[in-house]
């Protein structure tokens, strides 16, 4: 007679011990590293068509040209309010601030309630001048009541080419 052997079938053991280290390590760097990566979004809106098409009066736009001198603040179109050169540092933001938040205040004692201004840049500006200056044209800080808040100047920012000056053309 013969003896028929049986072969016991063992089942593998399935070892997870190194992906659960791998986990209780990998999931706190990635939860901490959301807070670092957020990205910030800045809306930019179309120019606004005038209600008043009938009329001759043209909508008056605020307009900051930037180009390599520095800042040209005009309202209405065309018409200089104010030149802010460079300096050695580069732009002057806090200046463009502090005369926005003047021009603003001024806005508000006529009753015209000014929210849109239109950035014209020229060729070679940098994007970090672009965002810069779209931050200090948005708001600026105030305290209020013993609290830092900020405080809107013109949020509603469109973009445009800066217009072409002689010395432009004349350098060419």
Do not use: C, H, W
């Not at 965002?131 to 209020?144: H, I, L, N, Q």
């Amino acid at each position: 007679m013969r003896r028929r052997r049986r072969i016991k079938n063992q089942e593998a053991e399935l070892d997870i011990t190194s992906f659960m280290n791998l986990m209780i390590v990998l999931v706190p760097v990635l939860l901490l590293s959301l807070v670092f990566s957020q990205v910030r979004i800045l809306n930019l809106q179309l120019p606004a068509i005038s209600n008043e098409q009938n009329t001759d009066e043209e909508p008056k736009v605020l307009e900051l040209i930037i180009n390599e001198q520095g800042f040209e603040l005009n309202y209405p179109s065309g018409v200089l309010l104010k030149t802010i050169s460079k300096t050695e540092q580069g732009y002057d933001f806090l200046v463009l601030s502090k005369y926005l938040q003047d021009l603003k205040l001024t806005f508000q004692q006529n009753q015209q309630d000014k929210r849109d201004i239109v950035l014209l840049l020229s060729p070679e500006t940098d994007y970090q001048t672009i965002v810069s200056t779209m931050d200090t044209v948005r708001s600026f800080e105030a305290v209020v009541a013993a609290n830092l808040v900020d405080a809107e100047l013109f949020p509603e920012i469109s973009l445009g080419d800066a217009p072409s000056s002689a010395a432009d053309e004349g350098g060419k």
